[in-house]
């Protein structure tokens, strides 16, 4: 199993003000480190848990549990461990999985049983247990949770090696690199800024199953306050995800089942129209606003305004640099156009 990481899709990397650190914040062992507005993986440490994986909101990391569990073949129970494999088991730390794996899961068995005698495991940091118990409630009559310790996992035995192998190299110091190849090189790096369309579909599926079971999923999403949105359609083109269609002919559509909770919409919105919301059941927000074009810049805006917005911020700055009336600034701005137009 390897842990692949795409940094160019990183939401830090796309927006400089982003401040996400859900990655390295949920590492139980800290091999993940955000630092301006790069991600960086230390491959000496990783156990491959897929704490990361999990609760990354555009894909960076993919330990491939998803491709794993939507090829498996409907069934009456699944088991899910870190200690056993075989057939009918996942064989993964809890860590791995979201709620959308588990709803997934659901769909294709009668029964999801999981092994979560986490007790005792330094992984149990992670966000596994509190993103399992939370779903747990929700699919009670589908799921079965055994709780309590066991016998130590696989990654706990990998985890006490790496720190052997780590603590030792820097103990007599030949270089680090050679020594974690020793190991095992567990992360591949590939960097392209393609956005991570199948994690979007398994999260869409995931929604459709929640729908059919009856589950209530709680989605964070923005809403429009119209009378602040001048349409310029800047949050469609910084989602991530692609949740947010933009019409110039005034029509802004938001698909809450794509929106990820990012917030770039939110922060990004020059005229502070967008807020975040909760709701439960996924669906298109359409917001529409009759639009004009004017007649100075060729800008396209709404009607309702009394002025054109881009025009206005012109004036503003014309006003700034000559210290005078913006009403001048206007004139001044007739006579340049006029004297344009009688040279066309
Ligand atoms: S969770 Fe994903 S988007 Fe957020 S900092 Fe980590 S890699 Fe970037
Ligand atoms: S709609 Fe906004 S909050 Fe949702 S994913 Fe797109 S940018 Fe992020």
Sequence with gaps: MKLKVNPARCLRRWYKDSTCTLCAGSCPVKAVEVKGRDVMVNSSVCVLCGACSSVCPVGVFSLGVEELILSMEPGDTIRISCRDSGENVLSTCINALNQNHYLILASKFNKVVVDARCEGCPLA???????????????????????????????????????????????????????????????????????????????????????????????????????????????????????????????????????????????????????????????????????????RCGYIYPASLSECPKCSVILEILKDIYKGNPGDCREYGERIREKLRSQR
């Design 125 to 295: 940091k992670g966000p596994g247990l509190a993103i399992l118990e939370g779903i747990a409630g929700k699919l009670a009559s589908k799921m079965e949770v055994v709780r309590g310790s066991g016998s130590p996992s696989p990654l706990l035995r990998r985890l006490t090696l790496k720190r052997m192998m780590v603590e030792g190299a820097t103990l007599i110091s030949p270089p680090l690199g050679a020594i974690a190849s020793l190991v095992y090189e567990p992360v591949e790096v590939e960097d392209s800024r393609t956005p991570e369309r199948a994690r979007i579909t398994f999260r869409l599926k995931a929604l459709e199953v929640a729908r059919a079971l009856n589950v209530t999923v709680k989605l964070l999403h923005p809403a429009v306050d119209t009378s602040k949105c001048t349409f310029c359609g800047i949050c469609a083109g910084v989602c991530p995800t692609g949740a947010i269609e933009f019409e110039e002919a005034g029509i802004l559509r938001i698909d809450t089942s794509k929106c990820v909770g990012c917030s770039h919409c939110i922060k990004l919105c020059p005229d502070n129209a967008m807020t975040q919301v909760e709701s439960e059941e996924p669906g298109v927000l359409e917001y529409t606003r009759s639009m004009t074009v004017c007649p």
